[in-house]
């Protein structure tokens, strides 16, 4: 099979193309034929040194990637609610080595779900980690309620957009944040209230969040610290809740805490519900080839990506 591989951590021409052996399925896993992949942030930090690729090492070569949506091609043992020729999506082995940028992925079963008929591949890719992101932040790490209002700091990204719908979904209103040549988009996502980040200090516009969803980290999860009412809590996608900032929200009567995404399957099964339900549409700015895996690491690093960019394989 054809697979990208990490020659060494660096700079995207280090992502090479090479011909590996085919994965067989283990015990509890399904092997996929990918049609597309998606790529996030989490994929630059790796690609440079950081992010996971300590891990990865250890089960050379290195394959980056969590994201997928493709169709079984094998069944290993042990094996429930899957079969051959079943076109499923997930989000792979995180954290931990997904190995999605091949044309095979051996994936445990428990990480997948069935994808929707009506939703392509390349919407389901994209309907992976950013949307899990998403989901358990809101409803597992923050329990955001109905009537609730959330802060969502970059709200036209991958995590953001998803998370806009989510909320919504949830009865909740939602104040979301973004350059102003977003300013539509949002509004059409459902955002109650737009704030052009460039323009206005957010602190100075919210003061009664119930709920912060922080993926930006630094100056930022500090000062959305005031953006809390008391009680309310910041949940930080980047390690943006440091020891100093979690002991500034216990002064000011909040919580401030971090949370990495983990796969899991019921969670991936509630996210085919909301696709094929019409509550949640993932926005694919960009599609690149399998050769022009390079060109779709650079754009994401722009940091400027509207919603999600995916790779087809095939």
């Known amino acids: 099979m054809k697979a990208i591989v990490l020659t060494e951590a660096g ?59 493709g169709v079984v091609e094998a069944v290993g043992a042990n094996v429930h609610g899957f079969r ?30 069935l994808k929707p008929a009506a939703i392509s591949h390349e919407e389901a890719a994209a309907t992976t980690l950013a949307a899990l992101t998403a989901w358990q932040v809101l409803t597992q790490q923050a329990g955001l309620q109905k009537g609730q209002r959330v802060l969502i700091h970059a709200a036209a990204g991958g995590v953001g957009h998803f998370a806009v719908q989510m909320a919504k979904y949830l ?9 102003a040549e ?18 206005e ?41 440091k020891e100093p900032v979690q002991q500034q929200a216990k002064e000011k009567g909040v919580t401030a805490k971090n949370y990495l995404v983990h796969s899991r399957g019921e969670d991936m ?5 909301l696709l094929e339900d019409g509550f949640l549409k993932p926005t694919v700015s960009h599609i690149y080839t ?11 690093e722009t940091g400027k990506t509207r919603g999600k960019i995916v790779v087809q394989i095939g």
């Open 269 to 273: 099964a509630r996210m085919a519900t």
């Open 201 to 241: 200090e957010v602190a100075n516009a919210v003061n009664d969040a119930d709920v912060v969803l922080d993926p930006l980290g630094g100056e930022t999860t500090v000062k959305s610290l005031q953006t809390l009412k008391p009680g309310g809590t910041l949940v930080s996608i980047v390690g943006g809740a």
């Open 11 to 69: 700079g995207p021409e280090n992502l090479q193309m090479q011909e590996l052996p085919t994965p067989q399925p283990k015990e509890g896993e399904v092997l996929v034929k990918v049609h597309a992949f998606s790529i996030n942030p989490v994929d630059i930090k790796t690609r440079k040194g950081g992010g996971l690729l300590a891990g990865m090492k250890e089960s050379a070569p290195v394959i980056l990637g969590w994201d997928i949506s």
């Open 290 to 300: 399998f050769a022009q895996i390079a060109e779709a690491h650079r754009q994401i």
């Open 84 to 113: 051959e020729g079943d076109a499923v999506f997930g989000m792979v082995n995180f954290p931990g080595n997904g190995k999605a940028y091949a044309e095979y992925v051996a994936a445990p079963a428990a990480h997948l779900a």
């Open 171 to 179: 009865g909740a209103s939602v104040t979301g944040t973004a350059s």
């Open 182 to 199: 977003n300013k539509d988009f949002l509004l059409a996502l459902g955002v109650d209230q737009f704030i052009d980040y460039t323009k």
